[in-house]
Each structure stands twice: as C-alpha cells, then as structure tokens.
C-alpha cells in the first residue's frame, strides 16, 4: 500500500499563510487530493490532480507538488478554516494520510 | 445540484447486519461509480472499496474482504453497504463518495454519512 504521510497538527492566526504537507511512500505522479472535514460533517473536496481548484472553493487554497510530496496551502487563512485535512491518493488503489487538523490562535 | 443522501442512523447488536443506502440525484447514476469510506469515532478515513454502477461489479480493499457487500438499485439511483456479522469495531461512520473518473479517480462528492452504532 502506498503510505501517506501528514504532520498530525497545526495552529495559525488568522490572515497568516499556512501549508499543510502530505509525503507518500512512492510516486503517485500528479493522482494527489485534498478534502477538509470540518467536526461533524462529511468530507468536501478542496483539491484534485495536486494543483485544481474545485469549482466553489474559494482561491485561498491552493496544491502543488508531484511524485512524492505534496503541499496545501492556505493564503490568507480564515476562522472558517478549522478543519482537518486529508489528502489522498489514487495511483495505486487508494488511501488517504491521517489528515492534519488546523486549529486557529 | 449533485447530492448523495445517505439513510440515518442504526443501532445493530454484534453478529446482526446492517445496511446503509446512498442515494444519488443530480448527475446520471451509472455514469459515475460509487466509492465506500469508513470513519471510526475520532479517526481518519479509510477507504472500504467501490462499485462499478454501470456494471454492477464491487472492488473490495483488503480490510474489508468477506462481510462487506456492495450492491446497487440502479432503477433508484441508489448504492448499498451492507456489513454482515456486525463487530464492535465495525462502529463507524460510513460515507458513500461519487467517483470522479474524468479528474483522477477522485472523490467529489460525499453523503452526509451514516452512523453504525454496535452495542450488545
């Protein structure tokens, strides 16, 4: 199984930049997701192909990256952007990483 | 608007089943294959498997071999989960997620989950 790799948590003040990482096992080429799951609620995709924009996502986020890492990025970052994020890979059947949960300061 | 409804809450006892539905509306149903992803309390997500709704063919991870069956009612738009022999640790919540062929294969749209709860 490819094994995603995501740093457990982080915290930022509201307006700041803030990136969230995602490592995998082995090349994924560009087949990188990205979804945030606010408390109580289902999974929305934010990301998809590492660096698309969902349709309705507002254009703070943004992906990057190809192969092996991979990067969300939220610029400036808003209160509403507490959540946890998950990226997810599907080259090699599919798995996700353990997500990143973005508390605000 | 493409929406996925998923069926409400169930409250099994070990070794009962249970089936959870996920209707679909706003897109063609067989044009789209639905993923299964289950979250146990406090954890991450783990995907279950998918079915091929225009053929009606269930892809199963590994974890999820034997007492997970996905099956559809393509007449109703709608896809199924059922888990037989119900364990403790099968208490989840369990989402339904269209499949994206044309973007990557990626998930673009999720049900609002279904809670199992299994307590004897």
């Known amino acids: 199984d490819t094994v995603l790799t995501q740093s457990p948590a982080l915290a930022v003040s509201p307006g700041e930049r803030v990136t969230i990482s995602c490592r995998a096992s082995e090349s994924v080429s560009t087949l990188m997701h990205w979804y945030q799951q606010k408390p109580g609620q289902q999974p929305t995709l934010l990301i998809y192909?590492?660096?698309n924009l969902e349709s309705g996502v507002p254009a703070r986020f943004s992906g990057s990256g190809s192969g092996t890492d991979f990067t969300l990025t939220i610029d400036p970052v808003e209160a509403d952007d507490t959540a946890t994020y998950y990226c997810q890979q599907s080259w090699n059947d599919y798995t996700f990483g353990a997500g990143t949960k973005l508390e605000l300061k | 608007q493409i929406q996925l409804v998923q069926s409400g809450p169930e409250l099994k006892k070990p070794g009962e089943s249970v089936k959870i539905s996920c209707k679909a509306s706003g897109y063609t149903f067989t044009n789209y294959g639905m993923y299964w992803v289950k979250q146990a309390p406090g954890q991450g997500l783990q995907y279950m498997g998918w079915?091929?709704?225009?053929?009606?063919?269930?892809t199963y991870a590994d974890d999820f071999k034997g007492r997970f069956v996905f099956f559809l009612e393509t007449s109703a738009s709608t896809a199924y989960l059922q888990i037989n022999n119900l364990k403790n640790e099968d208490m989840a919540t369990y989402f339904c997620?269209?499949?994206?062929?044309?973007?990557?294969?990626?998930?673009?749209?999720w049900g609002q989950g279904a809670s199992v709860t299994v307590s004897s």
């Open positions: 997620a269209r499949a994206g062929y044309y973007r990557g294969y990626v998930m673009d749209a």
């Open positions: 192909l590492a660096s």
């Open positions: 079915i091929n709704t225009e053929t009606g063919k269930p």
